[in-house]
């Protein structure tokens, strides 16, 4: 069976597996570029003439001779609607693509050169294939013989096809898709032959069809892995083409995302990621290979032609700087059209192009924000930070056991990853439900860079053991963080201070289901799904569970086993800023409180300092210190005031401050330190429809906001996108004065009706990183 579909005998035994892999993907690659419409004008002339020739030779023998299969209707629009595909652009083009969903069924016609009982003169054969080598023993392959039956009696998980109706030519077929098919790219062969064994061979025909067939995830279907029984969750983080990605410091702030899975480019790109994945094409039928593979490809630090290029340098003038990009869809084109990694990505733009790819391919997915997002290097499941004797920070230092590889870990102010809805198998039952995943580049796992898929339910129980990746998971939402001082009695040469037990995962946030507020800083539709990740902190059960998963790891026992030594009779604490206004002042302020019975002499280092998110220092922007003493039950203040004209200048990307305090009482020897991360917040862009939205009838819109600083902003960029309303594009415009306005016309004319999301981002030289966006209602024509 399988020869039908492969190379001469000769041939084949020339080229190897790499060969055969090789050649395969150029053709998808071709077929790829073909389905987006990538031809020439007389290719489709060429086209259109064949078409007529093969019509007037059919119609000329359409009585005499053998039955043949003259064509395959595979009805894309109509079976499209059926399985909730209608809204990808690929189902509507000239030469429209079949999408479907596995484990529902769907409708085709068989058109013939002349009336024919299939029932009692000839056997016709449906081959369905994927990948290429395709096989029915790996469920890459389906072969399914028409016997005439008119109801489906295969197993679920099972091709099977029944005859709805054979009139005239006309033969009407109903085709069941397994449930645990493989997603991706499919295509179809049709064989007819007379069942009478004397007829002559030549009788026998074999019909490659050269329609693209898309078979994606079903959570709709309840024997699909990926089922979501929740509707409202599966319009969400299935069909919904925007949404929102928080970025910055506690609070944080939502930025709209235009995720437009539904663009005629990013099913091709998804199945072109998958190809270059490496994963096998039997395996790919499962949401657990798939969404680890997705995690790997969206990123390119495999050398192996991923997605996106990460870079956090702040020199992006080879490519695109990632707070300019305002979704998924230009990322996915010219990853397609020019065949190899986008330049630049970030985080949040790694987990937005992720759920780009799980949502086209029909797996549930949402990004998730997480605010103080540690980055354990060592499996301690503790971020350690070092002074000497005297209290000062030790940015180096010798490997020890509390970190025997000498990396050092970091504590992000904010990462994004993602979260995919899915059923465990391999895990104990209970494990199900969302399960984490990681795009961005940080570790190896299993020698590549992905992470995931990581069950909630097992890093909220700290169950390190289980698949995968929940350690690493474990530790960005929960570790502490532990300071040590050098000691030479120390065991290691440190001794454990204190440890901060509720300073990472302050909080974990995602978009709600339905709801979505046009303003950046609206809270209506911001979900906390911290407690998935971890039981509510300082509670009993948030400690059992870091100490039961401390046990299971050597470097994590270090850490843990060891009491704080050091004698705390001052408490020390920094107070929290939540948000200034760029433009605005502000003010580091530390009190210090001595709850002891006698006097103590406390000396204070106060610093201010720019930062990038990743939570690596950027410019120090001013430092102050002073020493008092503190009398039984007495308490002080220390302020360090911050104008304006001396942090603007030194502000990095996302415009974060971080404020550090370094804290020591004389007499003990205590050391302290406390920090705080804000964000200077920056104006939200205003966007306004001035007319009422019609198809087919031009719409004005305009984007405005007051530029908060005293300077002009140049070299302006403003970047639009709004799926099913408006293809991405990149606008320069002119500069806008100082404390002045930013206020730009811009036209476009809606093709379709319904409710739409218009995103815009801002980005100049002297400020980058604005957002904004409104909801528009396009009425029928």
């Given at each position: ?196 064994p004397a007829a002559d061979r030549s009788a026998r025909q074999l019909m490659r069809q050269d329609t693209t067939i898309y078979i994606l995830f079903n959570p709709w279907n309840k024997h ?155 499996v301690s499941l503790t971020i350690d930070e070092y002074v000497d004797k005297k209290g000062e920070k030790i940015t180096t230092r010798r490997r020890s056991g509390a970190d025997p590889m ?275 917040t920056k104006p939200a862009i205003l966007v306004k429809a001035l007319d009422k939205a019609a198809v087919g009838r031009p719409l004005k819109i305009e984007f405005s906001f007051l530029n ?74």
């Amino acid at each position: 069976m399988l020869a039908l579909f492969s190379p001469p005998a000769d041939r084949f035994t020339k080229m190897t597996f790499f060969d055969r892999a090789d050649n395969y993907l150029n053709s998808l690659i071709d077929n790829i570029r073909a389905d987006l419409g990538v031809s020439t004008a007389a290719e489709r002339e060429r086209e259109r003439e064949d078409a007529r020739v093969i019509d007037e030779f059919h119609e000329a023998n359409a009585v005499a001779g053998p039955a043949k299969v003259l064509e395959v209707d595979f009805k894309a629009k109509q079976n499209a609607v059926d399985h909730k595909c209608d809204k990808y652009e690929v189902v509507h083009q000239r030469k429209p693509t079949v999408v479907l969903r596995r484990g529902g069924n769907f409708t085709i016609d068989i058109k013939l050169n002349k009336v024919t009982d299939v029932k009692k003169e000839y056997e016709l054969k449906l081959y369905f294939n994927f990948g290429n080598t395709p096989s029915v023993h790996k469920g890459t392959q389906g072969v399914v013989t028409m016997m005439g039956k008119t109801m489906f009696d295969k197993s679920h998980e099972e091709w099977d096809a029944r005859m709805v109706e054979n009139k005239g030519r006309i033969l009407t077929l109903e085709v069941q898709i397994p449930s645990i098919a493989p997603v991706g790219s499919w295509n179809m062969a049709t064989e007819l032959k007379p069942r009478d064994p004397a007829a002559d061979r030549s009788a026998r025909q074999l019909m490659r069809q050269d329609t693209t067939i898309y078979i994606l995830f079903n959570p709709w279907n309840k024997h699909d892995g990926t089922y979501m029984p929740d509707e409202n969750g599966r319009n969400e983080y299935v069909l919904n083409p925007v949404g929102k990605i928080w970025q910055g410091a506690y609070p944080a702030r939502g930025r709209h995302w235009s995720f437009g899975q539904f663009d005629d480019v990013v099913l091709p790109g998804c199945v072109l990621l998958l190809e270059r994945s490496g994963l096998r094409h039997e395996a790919r039928g499962d949401p657990i290979f798939v969404s680890r593979a997705i995690s790997k490809m969206v990123n390119s630090n495999d050398g192996d032609n991923g997605v996106l290029i990460g870079s956090w340098s702040g020199d992006y003038s080879d490519g695109t700087s990632p707070s300019q990009w305002a979704g998924s869809i230009k990322i996915m084109e010219e990853y397609v059209r020019r065949g190899r990694p986008v330049k630049y990505g970030q985080c949040w733009v790694f987990a937005g192009v992720t759920t780009t790819v799980c949502r086209a391919l029909g797996l549930p997915c949402r990004p998730v924000t997480n605010l103080n997002s540690a980055h354990d290097t060592d499996v301690s499941l503790t971020i350690d930070e070092y002074v000497d004797k005297k209290g000062e920070k030790i940015t180096t230092r010798r490997r020890s056991g509390a970190d025997p590889m000498g990396l050092g870990d970091s504590i992000w102010n904010f990462h994004v990853w993602n979260d995919v809805w899915m059923d465990r198998p391999d895990l104990p039952p209970g494990y199900g439900g969302w399960q984490a995943i990681d795009a961005t580049p940080q570790e190896t796992s299993d020698g590549m860079f992905q992470c995931g898929p990581a069950s909630h339910e097992a890093v909220r129980r700290g169950q390190m053991e289980l698949k995968y990746d929940v350690p690493f998971v474990l530790a960005e939402v929960n570790a502490d963080v532990v300071h040590w001082q050098e000691d030479e009695t120390a065991q290691d040469g440190f001794r454990k201070l204190f440890s901060n037990k509720n300073h990472v995962g302050r909080q974990l946030l995602t978009k709600k289901v339905g709801t979505m507020e046009s303003g950046n800083y609206a809270d209506d539709d911001k979900e906390d799904c911290t407690d998935l990740y971890k039981p509510p902190e300082g509670t009993k059960a948030e400690r059992v569970t870091l100490q039961m998963a401390a046990r299971r790891s050597r470097n994590a026992r270090h850490a843990f086993r060891f009491p704080s030594l050091a004698e705390e009779d001052v408490n020390f604490s920094i107070e929290d800023i939540d948000r200034i206004m760029i433009g605005q002042d502000f003010s580091v302020t530390v009190k210090a409180e001595n709850i002891g019975e006698v006097n103590r002499t406390v000396q204070i280092v106060l610093k201010a300092g720019s930062t990038y998110y990743t939570g690596a220092p950027a410019k120090p922007i001013t430092e102050a210190g002073g020493e008092f003493v503190l009398k039984p039950k007495e308490s002080k203040t220390l302020s360090l005031p911050v104008p304006y004209s001396q942090y603007y200048s030194k502000l990095v990307e996302h415009a974060m401050v971080k404020m550090v305090a370094h804290c020591r009482v004389e007499e003990t020897s205590y050391a302290w330190m406390g920090d705080d991360c804000f964000e200077i917040t920056k104006p939200a862009i205003l966007v306004k429809a001035l007319d009422k939205a019609a198809v087919g009838r031009p719409l004005k819109i305009e984007f405005s906001f007051l530029n908060p600083l005293p300077e002009k902003m140049t070299e302006c960029v403003l970047e639009v996108d709004g799926p099913g309303l408006s293809r991405p594009k990149t606008i320069p415009i002119s500069d806008v004065p100082a404390n002045g306005e930013m206020k730009w016309p811009y036209t476009l004319v809606p093709r379709k009706a319904g409710e739409f999301v218009l995103i815009a981002t801002f980005n100049s030289t002297q400020l980058v990183n604005l957002s904004g966006s409104s909801s528009i209602t396009v009425a029928e024509a």
